[in-house]
């Protein structure tokens, strides 16, 4: 690798600690605040209230209407309980979707936020914010998106049932597969994005028989910060732009379009930096037979993954269209695509067979 590069730490407060979550509120008070709103979706809302009561006076409410994909709707119902309750900043608990919510209230006020993440998804550690309005998803990148404190407790994620488990990890995985072979990597970049999936293949196998085993679960997390915090310095390329196609056009779920799709976007890439992509055969399995892509498969199938696009209810002509939206505007990828490659890849990934 160059000795040649650009590295820029994130200036985001990091704890990490089982039982962490109990500290919120010296972290309100650390950040100079005193009146804390705290987000949740409405599946987590039981959870939301139990933290609400342990902040005590530091705690002026909680919003629990969080949903996938921050539609500004429901940022501006938020908004209105912001200004209501002259909240000072915002205790977002949740996956990506609260997370989601919690930047787009900082990104109009500039309020703090402490997130407690009890998911995978990594959009904690990044200055990035997607919101939909009038069905279609844009993308912000701000200084102001940033979360200042992130606590990972990972007591919070036992009850993250399997399923999930397995497809937000992937969905992790995917941040530092693309940050491996990224245009703007850095030594410590690929450093953290070989231990993020390190992390990952040794701790997803035991979470699907024992989601209990908090030392596991904690490694799970570890490894969520790491390719959290890639997908927050470096850009990502193919994957990530399928997978925004793909979720933004046919409304797939946003986690298992990434478990599904990872193995075939890497096969892709590591036709053309297989000297980059070594780490995840190596790591995966795929060492047996070279295969970056095949070690990958090998690995979502054996922990259960979702395998092929077929089974989120997509149908052939949709692969067209996406195919199509994928390939319209040029971005940077490792290898040079194209809309019948990209048309091939998708037909593989819909029918889930493994590549090599
Ligand atoms: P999510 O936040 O939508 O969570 C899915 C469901 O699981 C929700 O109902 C949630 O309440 C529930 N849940 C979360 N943690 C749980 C737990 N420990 N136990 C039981 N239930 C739990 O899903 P996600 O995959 O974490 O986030 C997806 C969203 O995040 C998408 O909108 C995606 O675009 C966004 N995202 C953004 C970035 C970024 O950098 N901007 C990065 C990754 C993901």
């Not at 055969?281 to 395998?307: H, N, Q, R, T, Y």
Request: net charge negative.
């Amino acid at each position: 690798m160059s000795r040649d590069f650009l590295y820029t730490g994130s200036p985001a407060r990091i704890v990490f600690r089982e039982g962490g979550s109990a500290s919120a509120g010296e972290w309100v008070e650390t950040l100079a605040c005193s009146k804390a709103l705290v987000l949740s979706t409405q599946q987590q809302k039981a959870d939301a209230e139990a933290l609400a009561l342990r902040l005590g006076p530091l705690c002026v409410g909680v919003f629990a209407g969080a949903v996938m994909h921050t539609p500004v709707e429901v940022t501006e119902a938020a908004m209105q309980v912001v200004r209501q309750s002259g909240a000072d900043c915002v205790v977002s608990f949740g996956g990506g979707s609260t997370t989601g919510l919690g930047k787009a209230i900082a990104y109009r006020t500039d309020l703090p936020q402490i997130v407690i993440p009890t998911t995978y998804a990594g959009s904690e550690v990044t200055p990035i914010l997607g919101q939909t309005e009038g069905g279609r998803k844009t993308t912000v990148r701000h200084a102001s998106i940033l979360p200042e404190v992130v606590i990972y407790d990972a007591a919070l994620t036992t009850g993250l049932p399997v399923a999930m488990s397995v497809t937000s990890g992937l969905n992790a995985m995917a941040h530092a597969v693309e940050a491996l072979y990224a245009r703007d990597c850095n030594p410590i970049s690929s450093l953290m994005a070989v231990e993020g999936l390190r992390a990952f293949q040794s701790s997803l196998p035991g979470i699907m028989v024992a989601p209990d085993d908090m030392a596991l679960r904690a490694d799970a997390l570890y490894g969520a910060w790491l390719c959290g915090t890639v997908l927050g310095t470096v850009g990502m390329a193919l994957h990530h732009k399928i997978c925004h196609t793909l979720g933004g056009t046919f409304d797939t779920p946003h986690a298992e379009t990434h478990a599904i799709m990872l193995p075939h976007t890497a096969a892709y890439n590591a036709v053309s930096v297989p000297a980059l992509l070594a780490p995840v055969a190596e790591i995966f399995g795929g060492s047996v037979d070279g295969s970056v892509g095949g070690g990958l498969w090998d690995f979502a199938k054996g922990i259960g993954a979702p395998m092929a696009l077929k089974d989120l209810g997509l149908s052939e002509a949709d692969l067209d269209r996406a195919a199509a939206i994928a390939t319209e505007n040029p971005y940077w990828n490792p290898r040079p695509i194209d809309r019948a490659s990209i048309r091939a890849l998708l037909q593989d990934a819909f029918e889930g067979r493994r590549p090599t």
